[in-house]
């Protein structure tokens, strides 16, 4: 036998504002579904050219060893004069670029060579880069790209156009200020 079961019956204007409930939600998720990757989309062909017109510099440390790292730190500062002559130009053409890594070469030679280096011009894969609120995804772009050694370290990455680099002028400007503590201050103050 069967047990009798109490049916209850809800009122129809609760299963009207259930059901009005749920064509509204149907109706955001759909408006979702439809406009939010149209604003994605928007936003990132924004992004994509203004990265596409981008110089890149990438220098790529042997290994992640602390000396392997502190090579490629030096190389970097013995090379960024000659990226900040490229950040600097208006106009930078393709005889340029091979002018540039001539440079670099040179240099590599004269003050590093105890350092095996390859140096590519021209279109290198980049890994993704994550640069402030800006996100650089992985592609190919137009850059000089220096390898130490086997380059399986981390790098030092530079984005010239618009300068990602920091330019020597704005660490000279910056001071730090000392650090001051009101309620130490107005104590001395007395003692004055």
Known sequence: MLNEYKIVRFPKINIFL???????????????????????????????????????????ANSNTAADQLEKEKLVEGLKPYFLQVANAQ?????????LKQQIEKEIKENYPQLYTQVAIGDNLFPPKRQNASIYPQNVYQSIVVKIGDGRGDNWWCSIFPSVCEPEKEKEEEKEEPVTFFIW???????D
């Not at 106009?91 to 002018?99: G, I, L, R, T, Y």
Request: with cysteine.
């Open 18 to 60: 259930a059901f009005v409930k749920l064509v509204l939600l149907a109706l955001v998720l759909q408006l979702c579904i439809l406009y939010i990757p149209e604003l994605v989309g928007l936003a990132k062909e924004t992004s994509d050219s203004e990265q596409e017109s981008d110089f890149r510099v990438r220098v790529i």
């Open 91 to 99: 106009s930078v053409d393709n005889e340029q670029f091979v002018v």
């Open 185 to 191: 201050e107005w104590i001395k103050g007395f003692f």
